[in-house]
Every structure is written in C-alpha cells, then in structure tokens.
C-alpha cells in the first residue's frame, strides 16, 4: 500500500494567512493526488484532483502543486470558513490511501 | 441536482448483522462507481471498496475484504454496505461517494451514517 504522510498535523492560522500543508507519498504517484476539506460533523468535500485541478465550485484561494512524492496544498488567503481538515488522498493505485489529516485552526 | 442520501444512524449489539444504503438521485446510477469510506471516531478517512452498479464489478481494500459486502440495486438506484457480524471495533461514520474516472477521486459524498455497536 502507498503510504501518504501530512505535515504538519496542525496549524494555527489567522485570517488573512497563507497556509501551505504538505503531503508526502511512500512512492511515486505522478499527479495522481486529490484534496479533500471536512468541517466538523459533515462529509469531505473534494477541492483539488491530479494535483492542480481545482474543483467545479471551489474558491480560487485553493491552490495545489506538485508530483512524484511530494505535494502541497495552499490556501492563499484563509477566510473564516476555511477552518477545517484536510486530507490528501492518492488516486494512483489501489487501495486507494488517504493523509492523516492536517486540521487548521484559528489563532 | 446530484445526491446521495444514506440510511440513518443504527445501534447493534456485537455479533449482529447490519446493511446500510446510499440512495443516488440527479445522475445515471449505473455509470458511476460508488466507493464506501470509513472514519472512526476522532480519525481519518479510510476507503473501504468501491462498487460498478453497471456490472457490480467491486474492489476491495484489503484491511476489508472478507469483513464488509459491497453490493447494488440498480431498480432503486442504491448501493449497500454490509456486515454479517458486526464488531465494536466496526463502531464509526460511513460515507458512501461517487467516484471519477479516471482521477480516482470522490466528487459527491452522502452525509454518513453512523454506525454504534456496543453490547
């Protein structure tokens, strides 16, 4: 199994902040990495796929980067409702594997 | 407008039997996989299998395969996850979310249903 490594597992951020969150794959995936965001009590919310491509709906302050190994997610400016989890999850091989969850907090 | 809908919360004893559903509403059932994900409580997300209600050709995880039943109906437009003997260990939210090809991803998730067992 492809083993995926978020850092870090927790920031405290302020609105207005640029956070980037780091996932790390145990082999090479190409592109083949999604962004998901879960709030509290609700289901994950797809933002990013292979990678870069931003999601039908989701604001332009999300931005993903990266291939092979290594991977990062950036939220440019972090607005109020943006405080949540995140979790990376690879899309290139089965068992398909999810991150250990990078939870933004309000400073 | 694209929906899955899941079953409501259940409290079984260990040892019990249990199938939950996800009902889709707003596409074509049979042309997308429908992939099942777990998250227990307090934890991240874990994906469980997937199903083609076209065929109901499936895939497993194998931290799943032999525990959980993945299964379709395409005449109602549902797709089911099953236990034949729950443990506590199996106490946690199940999403059920429809898959794209190729990217692999999981566009539109079901609220969840929350599954407690506990003798």
């Known amino acids: 199994d492809i083993q995926m490594t978020q850092s870090p597992s927790s920031v405290s951020a302020s609105v207005g902040d640029r956070v980037t969150i780091t996932c790390r794959a145990s082999?090479?995936?190409?592109?083949?990495l999604a962004w998901y965001q879960q709030k509290p009590g609700k289901a994950p919310k797809l933002l990013i796929y292979?990678?870069?491509s931003l999601q039908s709906g989701v604001p332009s302050r999300f931005s993903g980067s990266g291939s092979g190994t290594d991977f990062t997610l950036t939220i440019s400016s972090l607005q109020p409702e943006d405080f949540a989890t995140y979790y990376c999850?690879?899309?290139?091989?089965?068992?398909?594997?999810f991150g250990g969850g990078t939870k933004v907090e309000i400073k | 407008e694209v929906q899955l809908v899941q079953s409501g919360a259940e409290v079984k004893k260990p040892g019990e039997p249990l199938k939950i559903s996800c009902e889709v509403s707003?596409?074509?059932?049979?042309?997308?996989?429908i992939g099942w994900v777990r998250q227990m409580p307090g934890k991240g997300l874990e994906w469980m299998g997937i199903?083609?209600?076209?065929?109901?050709?499936?895939r497993y995880s194998p931290a799943f395969q032999g525990q959980v039943t993945v299964s379709a109906d395409k005449s109602n437009s549902t797709a089911y996850l099953q236990w034949s003997s729950l443990k506590a260990s199996d106490t946690a939210m199940y999403y059920c979310?429809?898959?794209?090809?190729?990217?692999?991803?999981?566009?539109?998730w079901g609220q969840g249903t929350m599954v407690t067992v506990s003798s």
């Open positions: 082999q090479g995936i190409s592109s083949w």
């Open positions: 199903i083609y209600p076209g065929d109901s050709e499936t």
């Open positions: 707003g596409y074509r059932f049979s042309r997308y996989w």
């Open positions: 999850q690879q899309a290139n091989s089965f068992p398909l594997t």
């Open positions: 979310a429809r898959r794209l090809v190729p990217h692999d991803v999981f566009d539109i």
């Open positions: 292979d990678a870069s």
